[in-house]
């Protein structure tokens, strides 16, 4: 039975990469193309080449993707490979299928609608594709395979890419057009970064109380959280104390203040996000003793 489950997990993971790929093809298709817009990666590289030689955008994407599909192979090792074969050809058979079903539709001609609407397919498709734990492929790899040789970080080599192939880009289009690029990459980038943890992100509360033994039992018993006393010191009177520490859900926040002001009004209380909560009562079952 468990090694069934673990089958359809695969094929589900594989789906749903495919999934992210096509919702980022066809927001290409709809939006982005017919409206002549900027944008970074592969699928930038693509354009400018397109642009000056003529090239079919999928086979430049398809060519680049296969070319650093081997480069990842080659210095990042098997295991990445295999996280980004998907994404190597499901992107571009995707686009060129919807380059090919729509043929010459255009659904507006709004260049602002276009640049939002192009954001957010392109932020929701690499959002799912990364929260499956797969790679996007194409220009992701450079940066890694610069980082793994001369220990540059990521983040820096892939914005000084995603900035030269924009300027490729600007260099043949209308100032218009540039700028609405530029709004398109921060709304993918800003879609992206929320779905990354969206459903994960949980509310952290730690409270400072002389009745913080009673916090702690009604935490407990009220709201069934888990609850974790720190040891901890006051800084005017210098007295040890302890500090109630739990993490809760973003809705049983106005529960827990309730039962905090109720049993000390006075107490001291600090709220923060935290983006990710992995454990028992979160990724797993809560356990009873």
Do not use: W
């Not at 695969?10 to 749903?16: F, G, Q, Y």
């Not at 509310?203 to 407990?220: G, P």
């Amino acid at each position: 039975m468990h090694k069934k489950e673990t089958v359809f997990q695969k094929i589900m993971s594989v789906l749903v990469v495919i999934l992210g790929n096509m919702i980022y093809a066809l927001a290409l298709k709809l939006f982005l193309l017919p409206s002549d817009l900027m944008t970074g990666g592969t699928t930038g590289i693509a354009l400018a080449v397109k642009h000056y030689t003529g090239f079919n955008i999928s086979g430049v994407i398809l060519i680049f993707n296969i070319a650093m599909l081997i480069v990842g192979f080659i210095v990042l090792g098997k295991k990445f490979a295999l996280t980004t074969i998907i994404s190597t050809f499901a992107y571009p058979i995707s686009l060129e299928f919807f380059n090919r079903l729509f043929s010459d539709l255009v659904l507006t001609d709004n260049i602002l609608l276009c640049t939002i609407f192009s954001g957010l397919g392109i932020g929701i498709g690499l959002a799912i594709v990364i929260r499956s734990g797969a790679s996007t492929g194409g220009m992701d790899i450079p940066p890694l395979v610069l980082n793994h040789f001369f220990r540059i970080p990521v983040s820096v080599s892939l914005y000084v890419f995603d900035f030269t192939i924009l300027i490729f880009q600007a260099a043949y289009n209308p100032v218009d057009n540039v700028l609405y690029g530029i709004i398109l990459v921060m709304i993918y980038t800003i879609v992206l970064d929320k779905l990354l943890v969206f459903g994960t992100t949980r509310i952290e509360v730690k409270v400072m109380s002389n009745e913080h033994e009673k916090i702690r039992q009604a935490i407990i018993t009220e709201m069934d959280r888990g609850v974790t006393a720190l040891s901890a010191r006051s800084g005017y009177m210098d007295e040890p104390t302890q500090m109630i520490f739990s993490v809760i859900s973003n809705r049983e926040l106005p529960r827990i203040e309730k039962i905090i002001r109720e049993i000390d009004p006075e107490s001291f209380v600090v709220v923060s996000h935290v983006s990710e909560v992995r454990g028992h009562g979160f990724s797993l079952e809560k356990k009873y003793k």
